[in-house]
């Protein structure tokens, strides 16, 4: 059988189609359509899913590429006149729309819903946004899409599946590590997956050879773990004390207010008792720590629920002064606390 490869984008309408960073890459081996959407927050993946957009249209002979950066209230004439215009030579273009808000406003929604469905032939349109909340994804722009293109959602790597992503990735650089070693260099990227890759580049680039081990990927690796406070609050709903130490440790080291890491951890004891709480067992809006909330609703039976209050009362305290003591310290043992392993006797009183 043979396969013609497509020299422009389909002019017929298909239906809704979302891929997948790990589904882009087949999809464009056989078809180019009009428009693609890419939204998500991981800038190493986005980047990766745009370029293989772009490699894909140099390749069908889209051969000009024009750069939009637009916010909600910007002048969309620029756009509109570049995509009615064909450049002196004749060739067909790439037409790239960059929203950082991922808010077009009204007119910028029009615009992006008429150049859609206009289906231009000689132009390839490439819509990249951060994550789409909800209302945003019910947006008509990227229902055109949906329609006549396709929309490629990000979404970060959970970190009980970095290593399984790290594997992939060694396998497709060359690179022979030991799992030890993958390990390592999961913990030690943890969240930032362009450092992660970076690193392997490095490893790929010195020429390295053989299996590669652990003590290796130690000499040779920044730590560039991302400690924020959204990994400190899925940390302890997953009930991993080391893990959540480490992270709490990072927040202090990089000078982040001890009010701002407090109310992390109360977001997570509230989460808890909220689900414990409803019905549905579930609260709304919950999507990437579900399966950590779930692991903590697993262990809450063996959770003191005013202990791990009379905890957050004291450090709120102790940041405000009205307590003697280290707040980070009472912050450490409400982590441990929260992940079910009690470091010390819990307190009597919230005032001493």
Sequence with gaps: MIIRALSRPSSTAPPALKLTPDSLNTHLEQKLLPAYLISGDEPLLTGEAADAVRARARTAGFSEREVHFLERGSDWDDVRASAGNLSLFGSRKLLEVRLPTGRPGAAGGAT???????????????????????DLQSAQWVKAVETHGAWVQVWPVDVDKLVTWLRGRCRRAGLDLADEAI?????????????????????RLLGAKGRIGADEVLS?????ARFDVFRLSEAVLEGEPERALRVLSGLRA??????????ALNKALRDLWGTLAQPAGRP????????????????????????????????????????RGDPWDEMALLATDLCGRSAVPAPRSMFR
Excluded: C, Y
Aim: charged share 30%; aromatic share 4%; hydrophobic share 45%.
């Design 112 to 134: 992006l819903v008429s150049l859609i469905e206009r289906g231009d032939p000689d132009t390839v349109l490439l819509i990249l946004t951060p994550r789409l909340d909800r």
């Design 183 to 203: 390990e390592v260099l999961a913990e030690r990227t943890e969240g930032n997956l362009l450092a992660a890759h970076q690193e392997l580049e490095k490893l």
């Design 220 to 224: 040779g690796v920044a730590d560039s």
């Design 254 to 263: 990089e000078g982040t207010e001890a009010t701002l890491v407090l109310w």
């Design 284 to 323: 709304k809006g919950w999507q990437r720590q579900s399966a950590a909330l779930e692991k903590a609703v697993r262990r809450a039976p063996r959770l003191s629920f005013h202990t791990l209050s009379v905890r957050a009362a004291r450090a709120d305290r102790m940041i405000k002064g009205r307590l």
